[in-house]
């Protein structure tokens, strides 16, 4: 399955405001040592865009020269009041932010994607 131009230049646009903002999220992350990180990869079983998307951010932290130090989330797994639920997957969230600029779901959240 081919992914369409839209996908990949809408991809390619995320990860490139993501090597802008990870600096500022490694400062951020250094200063509040006990949290989990700023960068949550939401993906769930099946999802087919989850390897390029996993690819993409890899490669992009790698141009940082930054740990790839991120959770990875199953969606499924999420309690079903928590909103990231309600993100098709694959998302990135940076601080709780899609990276895309999707505002976080509010409920009654969307059947997963």
């Known amino acids: 399955m081919e992914i369409p131009d839209c996908v990949t230049r809408g991809l390619g646009l995320g990860l490139a405001v993501l090597v802008l903002i990870t600096p500022v999220?490694?400062?951020?992350?250094?200063?509040?040592?006990?949290?989990?990180?700023?960068?949550?990869?939401?993906?769930?079983e099946g999802c087919v865009?989850?390897?390029?998307?996993?690819?993409?951010l890899d490669e992009a932290?790698?141009?940082l020269g930054a740990a790839k130090d991120f959770a990875v989330i199953d969606a499924d797994?999420?309690?079903?009041?928590?909103a990231r639920r309600g993100y098709g997957t694959p998302t990135?969230?940076?601080?709780n932010r899609d990276l895309f600029g999707m505002p976080e779901p509010a409920?009654?959240?969307p059947s997963p994607t």
């Not at 797994?77 to 928590?82: A, K, R």
């Not at 990135?92 to 601080?95: E, I, T």
């Open 25 to 44: 999220a490694l400062l951020h992350a250094n200063a509040h040592t006990n949290s989990v990180g700023p960068i949550v990869f939401l993906t769930r």
């Open 107 to 109: 409920p009654p959240l």
């Open 49 to 56: 865009n989850t390897t390029t998307m996993r690819t993409r």
């Open 92 to 95: 990135v969230l940076f601080d």
């Open 61 to 63: 932290l790698d141009r």
């Open 77 to 82: 797994t999420l309690s079903e009041s928590d």
